[in-house]
């Protein structure tokens, strides 16, 4: 099934409007994650100030320069504990995440073929596609990680930071050497955020592994650049104007700070992800349902 970029933005935006309950998995997501932060922030803290301080102590009781004494010699004491911490809580909430946004990608793939989606649609996804998402997105993150190494002769040419700070002129050449360094790994960041856009969508819409998602998602680039890259520049365009907004009128109107917080979760995420779904359902030629002919009469078939 043939639609051009306007099409698919058209439809897609009426199966978001027709399909409001797809925010459902970030909202969900988004607590989950909240709760999650509490117990993290609860057990470091916990353990910081147990370690620091030898016992558990109530901070409000301590002075600003004590706490951050305290928080300090209990992160040098249990640096292995406090890694470790972060690490799992990391990985727990990328789980989740991953599970979630299976779930929603599921839930905008039945509403593009067919119309509608329902709540059962989510958990049939994330618990088929979850777990392979969340594998995928390491591999993504190590893929990402990789481009580091264009710091590496900016780190070398520096040196000790101790020689940077007594002789800062020696080093001038080193540090620009790392300003290119970080430019080139922000290009490298740029270029494989769009070129992997439609992994996610590949893995669950056609249930591959991580590898062949990788390759399908690369693949679908290939051939649809331009869509691709247009409807990246929409979602990072919707996601620029919903945070100057919220900057904007921070300190003028708090109402309206508040509510663009919960834009995000609420129309921004569900409707990017119907989007970008339907782009992929329509690159691989598949059959999709048109809007206006659920809205049509019979007479008009």
């Not at 935006?13 to 970030?26: E, Q, Y």
């Not at 320069?65 to 004491?77: D, H």
């Not at 940077?164 to 002129?169: A, D, E, V």
């Amino acid at each position: 099934m043939y639609e051009d970029f306007g099409t698919i933005l058209n439809r897609g935006f009426k199966t978001w409007v027709r399909n409001i309950n797809i925010c459902i998995p970030f909202v969900l997501n988004s607590f989950v994650n909240l709760i999650l932060f509490i117990f993290f922030f609860g057990i470091l803290v916990s353990l910081l100030f147990s370690s620091g301080s030898g016992n558990v102590i109530d901070p409000t009781t301590v002075s600003n320069e004590e706490l951050y004494s305290i928080l300090l010699n209990g992160f040098s004491n249990n640096i292995p504990a406090s890694i470790a911490l972060i690490l799992a809580f990391s990985l727990l909430g990328m789980f989740f995440q991953s599970f979630f946004s299976a779930g929603a990608i599921g839930m905008a793939k039945k509403a593009s073929e067919t119309g509608d989606t329902v709540f059962s649609d989510m958990f049939r996804s994330g618990s088929k596609n979850g777990f392979r998402l969340f594998l995928t997105t390491l591999m993504i993150f190590l893929i990402f990680l990789a481009g580091i190494v264009f710091m590496v002769p900016g780190a070398l040419a520096i040196g000790d930071l101790n020689s940077l700070i007594g002789n800062p002129t020696e080093s001038l050449k080193g540090i620009g050497v790392l300003g290119i360094g970080i430019l080139l790994w922000t290009i490298y960041l740029l270029a494989l955020n769009i070129t992997l856009s439609l992994v996610p969508y590949a893995l669950v819409i056609d249930e591959l592994d991580p590898l062949d998602s990788l390759k399908a998602g690369y693949r679908f680039f290939r051939a649809n650049k331009l869509d691709v890259f247009f409807m990246w520049i929409i979602s990072i365009g919707l996601v620029f104007i919903n945070s100057f907004t919220s900057e904007f009128f921070a300190s003028r109107i708090i109402l309206v700070s508040g509510i663009t917080y919960f834009v995000p979760m609420f129309i921004l995420q569900p409707l990017t992800t119907i989007l970008w779904t339907r782009l992929y359902l329509v690159g691989e030629e598949r059959e999709l349902y048109n809007p206006y002919e659920l809205l049509s009469g019979p007479d008009e078939f």
